[in-house]
């Protein structure tokens, strides 16, 4: 059973920078991709950016590009997601998730979220 932690969440303002951490514990995530979804109040989830197994990016979401990045340190069984340029608009529970792969496969393998705010 592969359990997953999210951590680093916090208020920030407009313009402020998070990194979200994913830490694995259980199993190994060397051959899980890891994805990275939000949900914010009164919204449906959505992918954000996952990473596979051999460290391939997969941008789910358009608005985030160039602002936020994904990277794996297996050593670490860690997952993090560096968010730069924070917009209001980026405010919500972000989760990881583990699955098979970045595309076709559905995650087996939730954390509990950590909340973010993009305030002023």
């Known amino acids: 059973q592969l359990e997953l932690v999210e951590s680093g969440g916090g208020t920030v303002q407009p313009g402020g920078s998070l990194r979200l951490s994913c830490a694995a514990s259980g199993l190994t995530l060397d051959y899980s991709a890891i994805g990275w979804y939000r949900q914010a109040p009164g919204k449906e989830r959505e992918g954000v950016l996952c990473?596979?197994?051999?460290?391939?990016?997969?941008n789910y979401l358009w608005s985030v590009k160039g602002r936020f990045t994904i990277s794996r340190d297996n050593a670490k069984n860690t997952v993090y997601l560096q968010m730069n340029s924070l917009k209001p608009e980026d405010t919500a529970n972000y989760y990881c998730?583990?699955?098979?792969?970045?595309?076709?496969?559905?995650?087996?393998?939730w954390g509990q979220g950590t909340p973010v705010t993009v305030s002023s």
């Open positions: 998730a583990a699955s098979r792969g970045c595309y076709g496969y559905d995650p087996e393998y």
């Open positions: 990473i596979s197994s051999s460290g391939a990016v997969a």
